[in-house]
């Protein structure tokens, strides 16, 4: 299995961006799929989490500003991000999970400055 994030770039502050995370397998195959980030100095922390059959969870300081989506037939999970902070930057890391195995794709970069 594996897992190619894309779409980080540099925003401004308040800006939005859209991280995309394909997969090598239906992402209907995964139990959990989400998002972590890292931001520089940091520990790697969930960002938001949607199960098989579409429940999410967010972490706090994500709620209302982020939304994670997937689309089972482009094997794709997405991250909206509005109303983004310069604390939100870091490197976002895609990840799933299938039954006992974890899989985590690259990530990329996501930089929220003026």
């Known amino acids: 299995v594996q897992l190619q994030a894309s779409g980080g770039g540099l925003v401004q502050p308040g800006g939005s961006l859209k991280v995309s995370c394909v997969s090598s397998?239906?992402?209907?195959?995964?139990?959990?799929m989400a998002w972590y980030r890292q931001a520089p100095g940091k520990q790697r922390e969930l960002v938001a989490s949607?199960?098989?059959?579409?429940?999410?969870n967010y972490a706090n300081s994500m709620k209302g500003r982020f939304t994670i989506s997937r689309y089972n037939a482009k094997k794709t999970v997405y991250l909206q991000m509005n109303g983004l902070k310069p604390e939100d930057t870091a490197v976002y890391y895609c990840?799933?999970?299938?039954?006992?195995?974890?899989?985590w794709g690259r990530g990329t970069q996501v930089t929220v400055s003026s």
């Open positions: 397998i239906s992402t209907g195959s995964f139990n959990l």
């Open positions: 990840y799933a999970q299938l039954d006992r195995n974890v899989y």
């Open positions: 949607i199960d098989s059959i579409g429940l999410t």
